[in-house]
């Protein structure tokens, strides 16, 4: 379990950061399809936050079907939780980061080559694997 250290000044609510962090979780493999998650009062103490500010969370995740309930057992994980968060993350985050990559680049006057060849090169050096198709 990775350890959150919440943002309290940031514009970014805290109940959106605990979703977040158990997002993470996730796609880390910490918390794994159907198993249970943290209670809100769990969190609440892990974190030292109100217990609706959790629930707000959690509600968020189920809300997703990321999560599921089990009435008078909890929250579990949803078995294709992994690939629900994946695709979010891919479709709202990465698209942004793009976009924001992009626009940059042609205010630098940065040209698609330049861009890619960039991204081949910072792939590599991040450990990723080499996508490239002759």
Same mark, same amino acid.
């Given at each position: 379990?990775?350890?959150?250290?919440?943002?309290?000044?940031?514009?970014?609510?805290?109940?959106?950061?605990?979703?977040?962090?158990? /997002?993470?979780?996730?796609?880390?493999?910490?918390?794994?399809?159907?198993?249970?998650?943290?209670?809100?009062?769990?969190?609440?103490?892990?974190?030292?936050?109100?217990?609706?500010?959790?629930?707000?969370?959690?509600?968020?995740?189920?809300? /997703?079907?990321?999560?599921?309930?089990?009435?008078?057992?909890?929250?579990?994980?949803?078995?294709?939780?992994?690939?629900?968060?994946?695709?979010?993350?891919?479709?709202?985050?990465?698209?942004?980061?793009?976009?924001?990559?992009?626009?940059?680049?042609?205010?630098?006057?940065?040209?698609?080559?330049?861009?890619?060849?960039?991204?081949?090169?910072?792939?590599?050096?991040?450990?990723?694997?080499?996508?490239?198709?002759?």
């Amino acid at each position: 379990m990775s350890q959150l250290k919440l943002n309290t000044e940031g514009m970014k609510p805290i109940y959106v950061q605990i979703a977040e962090w158990l /997002e993470t979780e996730i796609l880390s493999a910490s918390i794994k399809s159907d198993e249970k998650i943290y209670s809100q009062y769990q969190l609440a103490e892990m974190f030292n936050i109100n217990p609706a500010t959790a629930a707000k969370g959690l509600n968020i995740l189920a809300d /997703e079907k990321i999560l599921y309930k089990k009435r008078g057992l909890g929250m579990f994980v949803s078995p294709k939780a992994k690939e629900s968060i994946q695709e979010k993350r891919k479709n709202q985050i990465l698209k942004n980061l793009v976009l924001e990559l992009v626009t940059e680049a042609g205010r630098l006057g940065v040209d698609e080559n330049e861009l890619i060849s960039m991204i081949k090169t910072s792939n590599k050096f991040v450990g990723g694997r080499d996508h490239e198709r002759n």
